[in-house]
């Protein structure tokens, strides 16, 4: 059912209902400057707040627009989508809750209010998921500090925005590229319900999005091997007796479960296959004969257990036997935890009970209460086995697995081919958005002819990651450019020999190798200062690549105008 939005006018209290047009949105232009979303007005010294559900989406392109009052707060549960602009505002003692699948997008938004933005989901309800709020270009990013109740799968997308990390001291998050805080709005905080949370960052498009770190997980109808026999995940209690096994010897235990949680996901398509939330289903027989029996379906960052060790299931897609099952945008996904982290066997392959690495609220409470407190766990310390992510291990562990598809019956796909190439498609681009391409390549040098007064360049070129283009048995999931030596820049005067990318601390978009003392890799779009060189000259600017490519060709088409822009 698509809702419709009532609004009560601040000054007169006169009221008005919107209803969505044909195509279901309700578009709320300046004519409304100073409406109010529900907020009741006073009478008689007595407020009234009331809520709405929007379903549909609704556009709001005016001033003075907001979610309650003052005097009188309100409740906006979004559903479907809201876009505020301008100076709208969600006013004191007001809150928009972004419910699954929801999309709020606030674009302009700069006034300082206290009004709440909640996910859905949180400790205390049940879990959501799959929520968005999108901050675009331009926009403060402080408004985050007012957005609580996230968990895994919901997004915070800050747009025109490139970062692949952050820091957090003191309550404060700080937004980085390549370990270099990004200047300007890039701070910010959360509720202390939220404080703390970690996050996943990626840039694709030009935005940046913000993911809670994912969980590692069972899809419904995985069948757990109990002391009374194989059972759903989804059916497990607190107390049931599970099966374990000796990570070094294989001897069989039973344990009780301890916990017992369930929550919900959604994709989000447009990011890499591993980050998007897209679950990893492993075929049967994939492994060995009749191991798993049947197809089992896991989050990518679940863990199976190989030869004493846990590995993602991440590093062993191959694309034909154990691939992201694309079908599946929307599904429930639980676990279970035993007193200790444990191998447990799912659909007969050897796997991972819950090890809860400050992650538990993203779930809902299943089966019999439990009271659970205590230091979140590490995988160094309390893990029932290694972790290992080591490529020399994991690598002739997915060729085996990957050679093992001609005797898999049911459900082997072909795997995509991927599209490389080795041009890096090298340029810069200077301050004022000016390209400029090479006028020299010999060999590993580049040189580039720059104008007077130009006063740090960008350093632009295709980027991929090794993970996609080397194999996912490779645990490097950063954007990899060109990596830079020497750089010179001469004029008719003098030759200048340009360090700033090999400093320890480097400018936005190198990567911080200290391996590599003598060059230093881009992400794609590395900051170059040039210290005041191409003052009242032009110059000759020199760069003596020394590694760069193979990079992913379809990778290109969507971030290639931003970077060169």
Same mark, same amino acid.
Request: glycine share 10%; aromatic share 6%; with cysteine.
């Given at each position: 059912?698509?809702?419709?939005?009532?609004?009560?006018?601040?000054?007169?209290? &006169?009221?008005?209902?919107?209803? %969505?047009?044909?195509?279901?949105?309700?578009?709320?232009?300046?004519?409304?400057?100073?409406?109010?979303?529900? /907020?009741?007005?006073?009478? =008689?010294?007595?407020?009234? /707040?009331?809520?709405?559900?929007?379903?549909? *989406?609704?556009?709001?392109?005016?001033?003075?627009?907001?979610?309650?009052?003052?005097?009188?707060?309100?409740?906006?549960?979004?559903?479907?989508?809201?876009?505020?602009?301008?100076?709208? #505002?969600?006013?004191?003692?007001?809150?928009?809750?972004?419910?699954?699948?929801?999309?709020?997008?606030? =674009?302009?938004?700069?006034?300082?209010?206290?009004?709440?933005?909640?996910?859905? +989901?949180?400790?205390?309800?049940? @879990?959501?998921?799959?929520?968005?709020?999108?901050?675009?270009?331009?926009?403060?990013?402080?408004?985050?500090?007012?957005?609580?109740?996230?968990?895994?799968? &919901?997004?915070?997308?800050?747009?025109?925005?490139?970062?692949?990390?952050?820091?957090?001291?003191?309550?404060?998050?700080?937004?980085?590229?390549?370990?270099?805080?990004?200047?300007?709005?890039?701070?910010?905080?959360?509720?202390?319900?939220?404080?703390?949370?970690?996050?996943?960052?990626?840039?694709? *498009? !030009?935005?940046?999005?913000?993911?809670?770190?994912?969980?590692?997980?069972?899809?419904? *109808?995985?069948?757990?091997?109990?002391?009374?026999?194989?059972?759903?995940?989804?059916?497990?209690?607190?107390?049931?007796?599970?099966?374990?096994?000796?990570?070094?010897?294989?001897?069989?235990?039973?344990?009780?479960?301890?916990?017992? !949680?369930?929550?919900?996901?959604?994709?989000?398509?447009?990011?890499?296959?591993?980050?998007?939330?897209?679950?990893?289903?492993?075929?049967?027989?994939?492994?060995?004969?009749?191991?798993?029996?049947?197809?089992?379906?896991?989050?990518?960052?679940?863990?199976?257990?190989? &030869?004493?060790?846990?590995?993602?299931?991440?590093?062993?897609?191959? /694309?034909?036997?154990?691939?992201?099952?694309?079908?599946?945008?929307?599904?429930?996904?639980?676990?279970?935890?035993?007193?200790?982290?444990?191998?447990?066997? @799912?659909? !007969?392959?050897?796997?991972?009970?819950?090890?809860?690495?400050?992650?538990?609220?993203?779930?809902?409470?299943?089966?019999?209460?439990?009271? #659970?407190?205590?230091?979140?766990?590490?995988?160094?310390?309390?893990? +029932?086995?290694?972790?290992?992510?080591?490529?020399?291990?994991?690598?002739?562990?997915?060729?085996?697995?990957?050679?093992?598809?001609?005797?898999?019956?049911?459900?082997?796909?072909?795997?995509?081919?991927?599209?490389?190439?080795?041009?890096?498609?090298?340029?810069?681009?200077?301050?004022?958005?000016?390209?400029?391409? %090479?006028?020299?390549?010999?060999?590993?040098?580049?040189?580039?002819?720059?104008?007077?007064?130009?006063?740090?360049?960008?350093?632009?070129?295709?980027?991929?990651?090794?993970?996609?283009?080397? +194999?996912?048995?490779?645990?490097?999931?950063?954007?990899?450019?060109?990596?830079?030596?020497?750089?010179?820049?001469?004029?008719?005067?003098?030759?200048?020999?340009?360090?700033?990318?090999?400093?320890?601390?480097? %400018?936005?978009?190198?990567?911080?190798?200290?391996?590599? @003392?003598?060059?230093?890799?881009?992400?794609?779009?590395?900051?170059?200062?040039?210290?005041?060189?191409?003052?009242?000259?032009? *110059?000759?600017?020199?760069?003596?690549?020394?590694?760069?490519?193979?990079?992913?060709?379809?990778?290109?088409?969507?971030?290639?105008?931003?970077?060169?822009?």
């Amino acid at each position: 059912m698509v809702a419709s939005v009532h609004l009560i006018n601040n000054d007169s209290g &006169d009221e008005i209902l919107l209803k %969505p047009n044909s195509d279901g949105i309700i578009e709320i232009t300046s004519d409304y400057n100073g409406w109010t979303i529900d /907020g009741a007005t006073a009478n =008689g010294g007595a407020t009234t /707040g009331v809520s709405v559900v929007v379903d549909a *989406g609704v556009s709001v392109d005016a001033d003075g627009w907001r979610i309650g009052t003052s005097t009188s707060s309100s409740t906006v549960t979004v559903n479907g989508s809201l876009t505020l602009r301008n100076s709208d #505002i969600i006013a004191d003692g007001s809150k928009t809750i972004v419910g699954d699948g929801g999309t709020l997008i606030l =674009g302009g938004y700069a006034t300082t209010t206290s009004g709440l933005i909640e996910f859905s +989901g949180s400790a205390n309800t049940p @879990a959501g998921g799959g929520g968005t709020i999108e901050i675009a270009a331009g926009t403060t990013p402080s408004i985050i500090g007012f957005i609580t109740n996230i968990t895994e799968n &919901d997004t915070i997308i800050i747009d025109g925005m490139t970062a692949d990390g952050y820091t957090y001291v003191d309550g404060v998050y700080t937004l980085t590229s390549n370990g270099t805080a990004i200047n300007g709005t890039s701070s910010f905080q959360l509720p202390a319900a939220n404080e703390g949370t970690t996050f996943t960052v990626t840039t694709v *498009g !030009g935005k940046t999005y913000l993911n809670a770190d994912v969980v590692v997980c069972f899809l419904a *109808g995985s069948m757990i091997r109990t002391a009374d026999g194989e059972v759903a995940v989804e059916d497990l209690q607190i107390g049931d007796q599970v099966v374990t096994f000796d990570s070094e010897t294989g001897v069989e235990s039973v344990r009780p479960v301890v916990w017992a !949680g369930k929550a919900s996901a959604t994709a989000h398509v447009g990011l890499p296959d591993d980050q998007a939330g897209y679950p990893v289903r492993i075929l049967k027989d994939a492994v060995a004969e009749g191991v798993p029996y049947k197809d089992l379906l896991v989050t990518s960052e679940h863990c199976m257990f190989f &030869d004493g060790k846990f590995v993602p299931v991440r590093m062993l897609v191959n /694309g034909s036997s154990i691939f992201y099952d694309k079908s599946i945008v929307a599904y429930d996904y639980y676990h279970i935890e035993t007193a200790e982290h444990a191998v447990i066997s @799912a659909n !007969g392959m050897l796997t991972e009970s819950y090890l809860d690495t400050g992650n538990r609220r993203s779930f809902r409470q299943e089966g019999k209460v439990a009271s #659970i407190g205590g230091r979140a766990k590490t995988w160094a310390a309390d893990a +029932g086995a290694e972790l290992c992510v080591d490529r020399a291990f994991v690598e002739p562990l997915f060729r085996k697995l990957e050679a093992r598809k001609s005797s898999v019956a049911e459900g082997l796909r072909h795997a995509d081919v991927v599209e490389l190439t080795n041009d890096a498609d090298l340029h810069l681009v200077t301050e004022t958005g000016a390209v400029v391409r %090479p006028v020299r390549h010999e060999g590993q040098r580049y040189s580039f002819m720059l104008p007077a007064n130009v006063s740090s360049v960008r350093i632009v070129s295709r980027a991929s990651r090794p993970s996609d283009v080397i +194999g996912p048995f490779v645990d490097d999931r950063r954007q990899m450019g060109v990596a830079v030596g020497d750089i010179t820049f001469v004029t008719a005067a003098r030759q200048e020999n340009i360090v700033v990318h090999l400093a320890e601390t480097k %400018p936005e978009g190198w990567h911080a190798d200290a391996s590599q @003392a003598e060059a230093a890799w881009t992400a794609g779009n590395a900051v170059l200062p040039l210290s005041g060189l191409t003052d009242g000259n032009m *110059g000759l600017l020199s760069l003596n690549v020394v590694a760069a490519g193979p990079y992913v060709v379809e990778a290109q088409k969507e971030d290639v105008q931003v970077l060169s822009a």
